[in-house]
Structures are given as structure tokens and as C-alpha cells.
């Protein structure tokens, strides 16, 4: 598979070492067990469940000192767990199934989605000649970075569809304005992207909805099944070894996915940080309405969703493939934390 990218390396250097630097000299402040999470994309509304768990003050309650930070793909995000500088990271399930591959365990103990909540976008200029993943042979298909779930998704649409990895290019794209850039300027032909960037680009009318995968229903067309998605994932090790600040994390972040479900995408748009609107605030609240279906009410883990992740994996990736038997599923995810929320 041929890559290209539109970033600097000196950029993706300051910007990572920025991100390390905040994870390394941040302090706790006294108030309680102290976390730090890395969010894949800390404004996405796929991962609004974190900063919505600290806008309504439920990791205070619980009595934790809760450190967000971002990086701008998952791929990044995992790397700094793996290297011990945060407890966790909010970014997708199937890293845990790949991080297996490689010897690693991590788990996710919430599950915020059962669905990617990410679309498959097409610029309108081509939206005539890529009119479906099988038009994908000979294009430029932007990913947030190589490895990251979006490139994954990307690999499973290509393979379901007859079309090899290495028919296409792909295309390091990020999100939000750079992704927008990179399809305004023909530097990618369709690329995979969530909210608001969706939003964005329909309402201007730069590019198309090719595969919506913001529902079950487009989910289960797209991929054969559900594909449990953004979740908050943990070292295995860590987890065994701090139970009750995982409990902690669990029960106030179930009870965020709750307060979705009873209140309004405006109710939710009001509480999160106003940067996050871009600028304007009914786009932003239009596309938290456009996704917030996929979050779980409970952060249970669907387990046929788990296996069905798994299965996707075994059709493209070079580091299951061959070793989907040897994957054992039950420590990518426990619901044990989640399933004790109502019962406290």
C-alpha cells in the first residue's frame, strides 16, 4: 500500500513532543486519584463522552482528578499508553485486538459505541466515478494516519469490496481542517472522517456521504455486523492493579452515556467547550444529533460486536490475519466494571 502525506515531519514532531510534554509534567492536584487519558481527537464527536464526563463534574463525584489530554489519531494515542505516559486512552476497541498481535494486552472497560460513527466521505467533483468502495482501485483515500482506526476501516471497505490494499493510496489526512483541506484541494479523492467534519463538508456541499457508518443499520451493511467502536481502553496490568479507580472512571463515565441518552444534541452541544462549534454552534449541534445514536447507554461491550470486529480484522490486517484463533477476546474487553454501576 503506497503512502503519501501533507504534514511536515517537523510538525508531527512538535506536535507529539508537545503532547508527551503535557503527559509528563502534569500534577495532580490533590483532589483525588489522578488520571491521565489520551483522547484520539479530544473535539471529535465520537469521543464527546470524555469531555462531557468532566463538563458534568462526574469524575469529581467520584473523587478523581481526571487529565485529558489529545493527540490526533488513535494510532499516536496508543503509542503513548504503550509507553507508560497516561492510564488510558479514548480511542477504538479494535486497537486492542491488534496490540494482541504484538504481544500487549489492553482492554477496554467502557464501551461509548457499538458502531464506528465515522462515514466514508467522496468529493462531490467525484462522486460520479467512486460511487462505492469497489471504485476504489486507483484513487487517494484520506486516513486520520497509517495504523489508525480510519485506516483500518478504509482496509475493511477496500477488502469487502475485491479491492486489494495496494490498489489505492492512502493518504495521512488527519481531521477537522486538514482533512477538509486535503478534499477541497484534490489532495484526496474520498477519505474516512467523523463529526463534525461530516457535517461540515455535506453542508458546504464539497463532498458526499459514501458509507455511513453512524448507525447499525449502515454498520451491519458496510461490515456484516455491529463494530463496537470509541471506548475508554487500559493496560491490563493497570487495571488488575487499580480496581476501584477503574470503578471510578467506569461509573461516571455510564452515567454520562445516560445523560445522552435523556437530554438534547443543543442540551449536549451547550455543555461542551465552545472552541469545539468551530464557530458555529448549529452545525456542531446538527452533528452531535447526526451521531449520538451510536453511544451505549450502559458501556456494555456487545459480544457478538467484539467477535465481528475481529472477524474484519482477519480479512485485511497483516497482524491477524492467520491468527484469528489465537485471539483471545476476552481480555480485549470486561464488562465487570460497567455491569456494577447500577448496582452501587
Known amino acids: 500500500m503506497r503512502i503519501t502525506t501533507r504534514a511536515t515531519a517537523a510538525l508531527l514532531a512538535t506536535a507529539t513532543a508537545l503532547s508527551l510534554a503535557a503527559c509528563r509534567d502534569s500534577r495532580s492536584t490533590g483532589k483525588g486519584d489522578t488520571v491521565k487519558i489520551m483522547v484520539g481527537g479530544i473535539d471529535k464527536v465520537i469521543y464527546l463522552p470524555a469531555e462531557l464526563t468532566e463538563r458534568l463534574g462526574h469524575f469529581k463525584e467520584q473523587g478523581l482528578d481526571v487529565q485529558l489530554l489529545t493527540e490526533p489519531a488513535g494510532a499516536l494515542a496508543e503509542n503513548v499508553l504503550i509507553s507508560g505516559d497516561v492510564q488510558g486512552v479514548v480511542g477504538f476497541y479494535d486497537h486492542t485486538v491488534d496490540l ?170 451547550a455543555k461542551m467547550p465552545a472552541d469545539y462549534n468551530g464557530g458555529d454552534p448549529e452545525l456542531y449541534e446538527k452533528s452531535i444529533g447526526d451521531s449520538m ?30 491468527r484469528k484463533d489465537q485471539i483471545d477476546l476476552s481480555k480485549t474487553y470486561t464488562t465487570e466494571f460497567v455491569t456494577k454501576v447500577g448496582r452501587q
Not at 462522486?127 to 487517494?140: L, V, Y
Not at 445514536?293 to 492467520?322: C, I, R
Open 100 to 269: 494482541q498481535t504484538k504481544g500487549k494486552c489492553v482492554t477496554s472497560v467502557v464501551q461509548f459505541a457499538d458502531v464506528p460513527g465515522e462515514a466514508e466521505m467522496v468529493a462531490t467533483s467525484k462522486a460520479q466515478k467512486i460511487t462505492s468502495p469497489a471504485a476504489f482501485r486507483g484513487t487517494k483515500l484520506g486516513v486520520t494516519s497509517p495504523g489508525s482506526s480510519t485506516d483500518f476501516l478504509t482496509r475493511a471497505l477496500a477488502v469487502r469490496n475485491g479491492v486489494r490494499t495496494s490498489d489505492y493510496t492512502t493518504v495521512k489526512a488527519g481531521a477537522g481542517a486538514t482533512f477538509i483541506a486535503a478534499m477541497n484541494n484534490g489532495g484526496i479523492d474520498a477519505g474516512m472522517t467523523t463529526d463534525p467534519t461530516i457535517a461540515k463538508l455535506t453542508t458546504t456541499g464539497k463532498a458526499k456521504i459514501m458509507v455511513d457508518m453512524r448507525t447499525k443499520a449502515g454498520t451491519q451493511k458496510a461490515l456484516g455486523g455491529l463494530y463496537p467502536a470509541s471506548s475508554l481502553y487500559m493496560d491490563c496490568d493497570y487495571v488488575r492493579s487499580n480496581r476501584d479507580t477503574v470503578q471510578k472512571l467506569a461509573t461516571a463515565l455510564v452515567k454520562t452515556l445516560s445523560w445522552i441518552k435523556a437530554h438534547s444534541p443543543a442540551e449536549i452541544a
Open 293 to 322: 445514536n451510536m453511544f451505549t447507554p450502559d458501556g456494555v461491550m456487545p459480544a457478538e460486536g467484539a467477535k465481528n470486529v475481529l472477524e474484519v480484522l482477519s480479512q485485511f490486517s497483516p497482524n491477524v490475519q492467520g
